[in-house]
């Protein structure tokens, strides 16, 4: 199952960043984006995520996945067009082929969102 | 008292394994290595390809392969009687090379052989046709295989694979006429989504279209030569 690898991809990226915040904060959230026109299922990497991350540092966090539809441009016809995956990737109108992806390759983490210990402020 | 944050981080989720690949990237133009990242299903012949390859080239271009595969060694060793370095990397459960892998068996050539020795690095990837596709390892240019017998409608179905690839092998023609297949068909099917990917049909039995991929080899290696590469520092 090859979303346990992209898991075990996002979590090293996110420990990447982590690791150079001073206070090592508790993350709460990760959002991403993943792109329809990639080899990522967002369902099983929510499940990947949630097994792999279990006595990590990111134990207890949330993925949230914003999905992005694969679109393309046409040069021939000057107009966006949205392909069929697995059917049809040319573009319907002038059968040129799907060159310009404009949205769908995405694989990124958008924000993560985190909680941090402050000193309470004194009178 | 607990306070939320936001970071925005906006970066790739494989940021971690992009950066290890313009490591290995960097090491391979440093000695003058040019890499190539074959990638198929299991069984599309990728081994047997490198046989051809290996015996019919070796003596004009210095060849070293890194070979992927889940848990043997059967492969590197069919590859280990053209007298080339061949580096075994098992990936126990995972179904791809990634550039951690493959700096790890990089690693290993550089310290068993010099490397500014060798033109060409020949890395064999796990028989997948979904995950390679996004797990860069530090290769100059994907090569993807396709059999004949895998049927033609495999890049619609894995579009990311065949959208990628720079060259494309449509192996075991000698088995087409049996097959039923339809060459012109896989053709159109990818040039849907690839309209500039070198489009090659070959046979490792007959050697039918070999010498076409030889001179695509030939050609791919003059043409990283002649850019002028990057004298980055790299550890």
């Known amino acids: 199952m090859h979303e346990t690898d992209m898991t075990k991809a996002l979590i090293l990226t996110v420990k990447d960043w982590w690791e150079t915040q001073p206070d090592r904060p508790q993350i709460s959230q990760v959002y991403l984006t993943v792109g329809q026109f990639t080899c990522v299922e967002p369902v099983s990497l929510q499940f990947a995520f949630e097994v792999q991350t279990r006595n990590t540092f990111l134990a207890g966090a949330e993925l949230v996945i914003q999905e992005t539809p694969l679109i393309a441009f046409c040069h021939q016809c000057q107009q966006d067009y949205r392909p069929e995956i697995g059917i049809q990737y040319a573009c319907p109108d002038c059968r040129s082929p799907m060159e310009d992806i404009r949205s769908g390759r995405e694989l990124k983490i958008e924000r993560i969102a985190y909680a941090t210990e402050e000193a309470s402020i004194s009178q | ?235």
């Open chain 2, 1 to 235: 008292m607990h306070q939320t944050f936001d970071a925005a981080l906006g970066i790739n989720l494989l940021h971690a394994n992009q950066a290890g690949a313009d490591h290995n990237r960097a090491h391979f133009d440093q000695w003058g290595i040019t890499c190539l990242n074959l990638m198929s299903s299991p069984g599309a012949g990728k081994t047997a390809l490198l046989e051809k390859t290996l015996a019919a080239l070796n003596q004009e271009i210095k060849i070293a392969v890194i070979e992927g595969d889940m848990t043997t060694e059967l492969d590197a060793d069919r590859l280990r009687q053209y007298n080339v370095p061949v580096i075994a990397i098992n990936t126990g459960r995972s179904c791809h090379l990634d550039s951690k892998m493959v700096a790890g068996g990089m690693h290993r050539l550089a310290h068993d052989y010099d490397p500014t020795e060798f033109d060409l690095v020949l890395v064999e990837n796990v028989g997948n046709l979904v995950c390679p596709a996004e797990f860069e390892v530090g290769e100059h240019a994907k090569v993807a295989l396709l059999s004949v017998t895998e049927g033609e409608d495999k890049p619609l179905k894995y579009p990311v694979m065949f959208q990628e690839a720079d060259c494309l092998l449509i192996t075991k023609t000698d088995l087409a006429p049996y097959v039923d297949v339809d060459l012109e068909q896989i053709v159109a099917n990818v040039r849907q989504m690839n309209p500039d990917c070198v489009i090659i049909p070959v046979s490792a039995k007959t050697g039918e279209g070999l010498a076409t991929w030889f001179a695509w080899l030939r050609s791919y290696l003059e043409q990283t030569k002649a850019v002028d590469r990057p004298l980055s520092t790299v550890h």
